[in-house]
């Protein structure tokens, strides 16, 4: 578990890469391929399947991406990047603004997705840009020479990405894509999915894909070590009761609304609070918790960190009691 609060982001400021942009390419509709290279020559930090990056796309606005290029490579990182017709800036900034020779600032990778190397057979379940982490897995279980499945699900083939890539790769006999439009005969089985009890299943997509998957190994009795799960984009709620929030190192204390996160009360009243995805995915403002008890609403802690009730996500999260003091 990362350790939130400023401490924190300084240390992810200090790491900041510097790349460039040495490709673009269109790898689906409204979906963008970008090719980094280091900006002065030299290797990238290694990364593992299933890691992501924080990219700079504009001042003070970071958003998250998974790597899907071989890990292994160190000359490069590949991106896709998914147009949101609701992005709050991110998504919209890169498809717009990134372009060829461009340097840009991203950091060293992170992963909260890992893929486990054990004798367990794989299964990779994708929804549209899910593909990404699932493909640098893909790579990675080809080349450790494994045997694995590649469901894609996507709403309709000039949606679906990579497929040139995959088509191309030593996995393409692993790729059963499920088109939406598409004939009723091809359309995800979840019997598949799950036909083996011994395997690990990773998921990676729209909540919505997430939840069918999750409640498909649910009704089965998955074993939970062998689900893994990535979020790239959570509901964020702020419904309940108000309550109030203390800053116990800025010596601040405020009143959070309902409709308002406490990040945003916080910063608000000038109290710096680290932020970049502002839904519970990435845990930059991951926060220490000194008294009260969060109601925790964020993707990136495990359910017994959440049980713990030792840290929290004021971009996301809200409190459980009248009164919550953070160490902020």
Not at 286 to 298: A, K, M, N, S
Request: charge should be negative.
């Amino acid at each position: 578990m990362s350790t939130g609060g400023d401490d924190a982001a300084r240390a992810r400021a200090d790491d900041r890469l510097s790349v460039r942009i040495a490709r673009r390419d269109a790898a689906a509709t409204d979906i963008v391929a970008l090719e980094l290279v280091p900006a002065e020559g030299g290797e990238l930090p290694a990364f593992d399947a299933g890691a992501h990056v924080d990219v700079e796309v504009a001042p003070g606005l970071l958003r998250q991406y998974s790597l899907c290029n071989p890990p292994g490579e160190r000359h490069r990182y590949r991106l896709g990047v998914l147009l949101d017709p609701n992005s709050r800036g991110g998504s919209a900034a890169v498809h717009r603004d990134f372009a060829v020779g461009q340097v840009v600032r991203i950091g060293s990778p992170r992963n909260n997705f890992p893929l486990i190397d054990d004798h367990r057979p794989v299964v990779l379940a994708a929804g549209g840009i899910g593909i990404t982490p699932l493909l640098a897995m893909a790579h990675r279980l080809q080349a450790l020479g494994k045997t694995f499945a590649l469901h894609y699900c996507a709403r309709s083939q000039d949606r679906a990405a990579f497929l040139d890539e995959i088509a191309a790769s030593g996995f393409a006999d692993a790729l059963q894509l499920h088109l939406d439009d598409g004939t009723p005969a091809q359309r995800l089985s979840l019997d598949a999915v799950f036909a083996d009890r011994d395997a690990h299943v990773y998921c990676c997509g729209p909540e919505g894909f997430i939840a069918h998957i999750t409640g498909g190994a649910s009704a089965r009795d998955w074993p939970a070590g062998q689900m893994h799960v990535e979020h790239f984009k959570a509901e964020v709620v702020q419904d309940g009761d108000a309550f109030t929030v203390e800053a116990r190192r800025s010596g601040v204390t405020v009143r959070v609304p309902p409709g308002v996160s406490a990040a945003q009360a916080l910063m608000a009243a000038g109290v710096p609070v680290a932020l970049s995805c502002e839904q519970g995915i990435c845990g930059t403002c991951l926060v220490p918790v000194l008294e009260g008890t969060p109601d925790h609403r964020d993707e990136y802690q495990t359910d017994e960190e959440k049980a713990a009730n030792t840290h929290m996500t004021p971009c996301c999260s809200r409190a459980r009691t009248s009164r919550i003091v953070l160490d902020l």
